[in-house]
């Protein structure tokens, strides 16, 4: 049973770029949890969805974030237009259900900003 | 809105010695609480978790965790600890109900020397 999925690894963009992160969480999960790590800061929260549903984005920056999760296919968290403030790492979790409470992690996306 | 502060930022401690992390968070009312792990390169993964019950949680790798609720604290206690236990460890809270939405605190990097 393969673990959360994030591709890519690492993410190199020039400013103004766009950088698109993907997740795919584990078989039988249909609960996807987006959270950004800054340097020397804990994980903080970004978005939370359910298959085409955002349920709580109160996470997001207001401008140029954006996330998914379609039907078919991975999560997808999206960012236009980045930033040297955007270089972090960002990791997909997945639960089973709504309130289990565990989340199970990705190995997460490095972005780097030049 | 809840906080998680973990006053450790960084431990070193040889192996055989005993271990207690601290977490104390900020919440009017009933929580959920989590120590998740990070070993080096990994991902994160859950160590202990405690919703209700018993404020003594025992999880794996010979880690416990103590819920004192008028201290509003869950540290995380290994009698004896071993090389293997390098890495970085998060607490993480959630209110009662509100779906797997972490807070996490900013960390905690335990290094275990021979």
């Known amino acids: 049973n393969a673990g959360v999925m994030q591709n890519p690894r690492h993410l190199v963009r020039r400013r103004g770029q766009e950088a698109r992160l993907r997740c795919s969480p584990m078989?039988?999960?249909?609960?996807v949890y987006w959270y950004r790590q800054l340097p020397e800061e804990g994980l903080k929260f970004m978005v939370y969805l359910q298959k085409e549903n955002i349920i709580d984005e109160s996470g997001m920056p207001k401008e140029r974030f954006s996330a998914e999760f379609p039907k078919e296919g991975p999560s997808i968290l999206r960012i236009q237009q980045v930033v040297r403030g955007d270089s972090a790492a960002y990791f997909c979790?997945?639960?089973?259900?709504?309130?289990?409470?565990?989340?199970?992690f990705g190995e997460g996306s490095r972005l780097t900003v030049l | 809105a809840q906080s998680v502060s973990q006053h450790n930022h960084h431990v070193i401690l040889s192996e055989a010695a005993s271990l207690e992390l601290g977490c104390n968070y900020s919440?009017?009312?009933?929580?959920?609480l989590f120590w998740y792990v990070q070993y080096p390169g990994q991902h994160l993964q859950l160590l202990l978790k405690?919703?209700?019950?018993?404020?003594l949680v025992k999880g794996i790798k010979g880690f416990e965790a103590e819920f004192i609720k008028s201290k509003f604290s869950f540290n995380l206690r290994k009698p004896s600890v071993q090389w293997s236990d390098t890495a970085e460890y998060f607490c993480?809270?959630?209110?009662?109900?509100?779906?797997?939405?972490?807070?996490f605190g900013t960390g905690t990097r335990l290094q275990v020397t021979l």
């Open positions: 993480a809270v959630n209110p009662t109900g509100t779906a797997s939405k972490l807070t």
């Open positions: 919440y009017g009312g009933t929580v959920n």
């Open positions: 405690y919703f209700s019950g018993d404020p």
């Open positions: 979790a997945s639960s089973p259900s709504q309130n289990t409470g565990e989340l199970f």
């Open positions: 078989k039988g999960h249909s609960h």
